[in-house]
């Protein structure tokens, strides 16, 4: 399984394919550089010059900075994983820059670049924030540094939607476009660049010494934590630079150092100078291929997400490769703690708390607004109108909410990670890769179509999924990963879609932003009913739930069919989030976010945390409808992307409240 | 919000009462059987919203109504249009609430249909597909239109005077050297899209007998996506850039060696036009012909 893979080799062969590359795009038009001549050729000169030779110096510029940037994260994270992308760096970034062009364009007078490092810092922060809490273990990192990338996603959408006609422009530098026009940008990022390399130097030898652990890395003198903040922030703003130069640039700080920790090379200095070789290489071969592709199609290609497109799979192959290197870090994975203080609710508090929420949910039913925007209570004499809309709405907001809080309790009980919600199972991501696929292969009138395209997207996610799980050396937490490189690719694919501009792309962000307005009754009621029965059908894997957690050897000593009963939970799991997908959209955090709250509770038994977390899902949708349709009246919002902004800031404190206690 | 639950209390018993037992009933029945609303027409794509406008009908409701002033500019959105909230998020409720008689769609809410149908009978129209003559489908959809909204008598006069202008500017066009036209909007410093094909801004071009400069395909919705280096031409052509340009991109700009040593761009063939709504119908091909011929008597007179 473990081959050496030597790093120069593998430049080496990426040299030649940029040199071949190259030769097919440069030759004609170097040709003429020094003709005398014509006018013609003056100006083929001018293009070569100024657009063309400066594109492939900001390419190498980018790939190297982002490589660079991924080999230290990996090093002082110990996480073969990290890296800008997944570690939120560039999602963060992305979104300060989209929130400053839409609401204080004043502000790009302090410098793209400050306000992408604000937003790349702080993103990255609230990362780190909640790795802490699980001791920077590898997967919990990823995990986080995913959350946070979905939630800057979701801001980013709800912007782009309300004031979508101006965002084009965020869409194209999201997605990472490298066209230039002159020669300042590169040289500019360059001297960034190289001032940043001073910082750099001083590193490398205590960031060396970490390969030895912690331990002996502290009896040389090394202070592991000053190391770690210094190298960490030195990596956010390599990162930064290039994403406020040329935008979001996928995968690349993540594939380049991975490809070189695949080869023999023992110290960090060699590793770190072979990614920045390998990213600037990497970067150079797909821009220069996708020069090439879009000069004959005539069509506009991001070259950020073509990486990002190609990056993906790779992460899934990477993931076999984990574990090999994860044994050797002394940091394992902390037990969820799942009985904090254990409490037990009879039937008469249930039933009390269930009535509650329904009362509840009868008055905000009848909370909205009049055409004239004043709120009221609704008039008897509007009922037939505007009953039929808001019911199922709701119904089927709350339906598809508690599917998703349940799918999440499962998630988290039998992947023992708290941070495993559906989001990042890859079953949305494989919804939204379905319904893009109709949208721009088959056409947009056809609901029918979009229906089926998604369900059979989230059934392939699920078949992918099952596929990696029933490898017998697959943890669970394997599971969500392999999740985090589906959602990649949809993001990644859709963002492409995206920069098209075509309208088609406006209705896929918008069914990708969760609207549950103008949902059928048919269609509530149905997702109503499916939440009820698969709840009861969770129930009977009560036991399964309760001992999963313990771990495989303990569960196996119980008699549970460890293999088989977590194949059939994930399957559970898998389908109930299917099932709400297509009523609230992909990314809502209700899954992540419930369990969390049950759990911080205190509630013990698993059957009265599966009717509460399905409670509390349906509670939080049905909150989130009703500010969905009412806050920004006549403008109704989405009702997921509401949601998710609901529980995002919920689940931080969460968290951090159990990081606290831990 | 605050003060809602409480003003809700009052009523909440009787209204309790009726929510249970009427939201039960009326999801069940139709509800555009009852014809008492106030009716009129929802225009749920700007395009068709401003040609009713154009004819002398005001529409009942409009999407985004609060962005027609910054992309529409002209015809001007009567008061009484209400705002239908996100072409991507339909206020049902308060659609349902107007009482439609029609409701007009594009292609691309066609797929709303099924839903749309609950409240009011819904006509497609589509200003994006190939005419035989320039501006040639939106003349046909106006007609169309026309006869929808009784505005037929409308429509003649309408069309005659469109034609009136279009001698007028052919006559004014005729007295000025004319060059070649890239039509642009920049989406950023690095960015623009370009228009060609069936887009307005081409199709009103090619109707006021304008050449377009720029002949790579373009798409179904006749613009594309470019760096703003395939631009660069040795030909003599003017470039027409749709407002907003931001600040930041005539900065990059100026700054570029490419872009100031364009033929086109040394010789000063460049300028800006007030925005035009670029996937409009007659009235958005009316008001940028008579800013591009302004434009142009300008720069070339």
């Not at chain 1, 083929?44 to 994260?73: E, F, K």
């Not at chain 1, 660049?193 to 490398?204: H, R, T, Y």
């Not at chain 1, 220069?288 to 004959?296: E, R, W």
């Not at chain 1, 009412?630 to 969460?654: E, H, K, M, R, V």
């Amino acid at each position: 399984m473990e081959r050496a893979l030597d790093p120069r080799l593998l430049s080496a062969a990426l040299f030649g394919t940029a040199l071949t590359l190259g030769t097919l795009l440069l030759y004609g038009p170097a040709q003429g550089l020094f003709a005398t001549g014509t006018l013609d050729q003056e100006f083929q000169n001018l293009i070569l010059v100024h657009a063309t030779l400066p594109r492939l110096a900001m390419c190498m510029l980018c790939g190297a900075a982002l490589g660079i940037s991924g080999a230290i994260l990996q090093q002082v994270l110990r996480n073969p994983l990290a890296a800008p992308d997944t570690l939120a760096v560039s999602a963060g970034a992305r979104l300060s820059l989209g929130l400053v062009t839409l609401f204080a364009p004043g502000l790009f007078g302090l410098g793209r670049d400050v306000i992408a490092i604000f937003g790349a810092v702080v993103s990255t922060a609230i990362v780190l924030a909640i790795a802490r809490a699980r001791k920077y273990s590898p997967i919990s990192t990823i995990l986080a540094g995913l959350v946070v990338s979905l939630y800057c996603g979701a801001l980013s959408t709800i912007l782009i939607l309300a004031k979508d006609r101006y965002l084009v422009g965020l869409f194209i530098w999201g997605s990472g476009s490298l066209s230039q026009q002159s020669w300042q940008p590169a040289i500019d990022l360059a001297m960034r660049l190289a001032v940043l390399m001073v910082p750099l130097s001083l590193l490398m030898r205590p960031l060396a010494v970490l390969d030895a652990g912690p331990e002996l890395a502290r009896g040389v003198g090394v202070r592991i934590e000053r190391v770690r903040f210094y190298a960490i922030g030195l990596a956010v703003l390599l990162a930064a630079f290039v994403t406020s130069a040329v935008g979001v640039i996928g995968f690349i700080g993540l594939a380049a150092p991975a490809l070189v920790s695949l080869g023999k090379l023992r110290r960090f200095p060699a590793r770190c100078i072979w990614s920045g070789i390998l990213g600037a290489l990497a970067l150079l071969v797909t821009d220069l291929g996708v020069q090439l592709a879009s000069g004959k199609a005539g069509a506009f290609i991001p070259t950020g997400a073509v990486t990002a497109v190609i990056g993906s799979p790779l992460l899934l192959l990477l993931l076999s490769r984990l574990r090999t290197r994860t044994h050797q870090d002394a940091v394992g994975e902390p037990a969820l703690k799942l009985q904090p203080s254990g409490r037990r609710w009879g039937l008469p508090v249930n039933l009390a708390i269930g009535a509650g929420l329904l009362a509840v949910a009868i008055l905000l039913l009848l909370l909205g607004r009049a055409a004239d925007g004043s709120w009221q209570v609704l008039s008897a004499h509007a009922f037939s109108d505007v009953m039929p809309w808001r019911v199922p709405r709701m119904l089927g907001a709350a339906g598809a909410g508690s599917l998703l809080a349940v799918a999440g309790y499962i998630l988290q009980r039998v992947t023992q990670n708290p941070m495993a919600s559906p989001e990042i199972m890859g079953v949305t991501a494989g919804a939204v890769l379905g319904a893009a696929a109709t949208l721009f292969f088959i056409g947009t009138g056809y609901s029918l179509g979009l229906a089926a395209s998604t369900v059979i997207g989230s059934f392939l996610a699920i078949l992918l999924v099952l596929a990696i799980s029933m490898r017998r050396s697959a943890a669970p937490e394997r599971v969500l990963l392999a999740g985090v490189a589906l959602s990649a690719l949809a993001d990644a694919l859709v963002g492409l879609l995206m920069s098209s501009g075509s309208p088609s792309a406006v209705l896929l962000l918008a069914w990708m932003s969760g609207s549950s307005g103008g949902a059928g009754l048919g269609a509530a009621v149905a997702t109503i009913m499916a939440a009820l029965t698969l709840l009861g059908v969770s129930m009977l894997g009560a036991r399964w739930l309760a001992i999963l957690p313990l771990g495989g050897t303990t569960a196996a000593s119980l008699g549970v069919p460890v293999t088989r009963s977590r194949i059939l939970l994930l399957i559970l799991a898998a389908v109930m989030t299917a099932i709400a997908t297509p009523m609230i959209g992909p990314i809502t955090f209700v899954g992540l976010m419930a369990p969390h709250a049950v759990r911080l509770i205190g509630i013990r038994r698993v059957t009265t945390g599966l009717a509460l977390s399905a409670l509390v899902g349906a509670f939080l949708m049905i909150l989130a409808d009703t500010l969905a349709r009412t806050i920004a009246f006549p403008i109704q919002l989405p009702t997921g992307i509401l949601a998710s902004l609901l529980a995002g800031p919920i689940l931080l404190y969460l968290v951090a409240q159990e990081g606290r206690r831990t | 919000m605050r003060c809602c639950p409480e003003a809700m209390t009052l009523q909440t018993r009787r209204t309790l009462l009726k929510a249970m037992g009427l939201a039960a009933l009326t999801a069940c029945s139709p509800a555009g059987a009852d014809t008492s609303g106030q009716g009129g027409v929802l225009a749920l794509d700007w395009a068709l919203a401003e040609t009713m406008i154009a004819l002398g009908k005001t529409p009942a409701g409009i999407v985004a109504a609060e962005d027609w002033k910054r992309f529409v500019v002209d015809p001007e959105l009567p008061r009484k249009t209400a705002d239908l909230g996100l072409q991507q998020e339909l206020n049902f409720e308060l659609m349902a609430a107007l009482r439609p008689d029609l409701i007009l769609i594009s292609p691309f809410l066609e797929h709303l249909k099924p839903k749309l149908d609950r409240i009011a009978p819904s006509a497609n129209l589509s200003v994006y597909d190939p005419g035989e003559v320039p501006l040639g489908q939106r003349v046909n959809v106006t007609r169309k239109l026309a006869g929808l909204i009784g505005a037929v008598s409308a429509v003649d006069d309408y069309l005659l005077d469109l034609d009136a202008l279009r001698e007028d500017i052919a006559g004014r066009l005729s007295r000025l050297r004319q060059r070649p036209i890239l039509m642009v909007s920049f989406i950023d410093d690095r960015h623009a899209r370009i228009y060609a094909g069936s887009s307005l801004y081409a199709d009103a071009m090619a109707w006021l007998g304008l050449k377009n400069a720029w002949r790579r395909p373009a798409g179904y919705f006749g613009f594309s996506t470019i760096g703003i280096e395939e631009l660069a031409t040795q030909e003599d052509v003017e470039l027409i850039a749709v407002e907003p340009v931001q600040p930041d991109i005539s900065r990059a700009l100026a700054e570029s060696p490419l872009w100031t040593r364009l033929p086109f761009v040394s010789a000063g063939h460049h300028g800006t036009i007030p925005p035009v709504f670029m996937f409009g119908a007659l009235p958005s091909a009316r008001r940028f012909a008579d800013l591009v011929i302004a434009h142009l008597e300008e720069r070339w007179g």
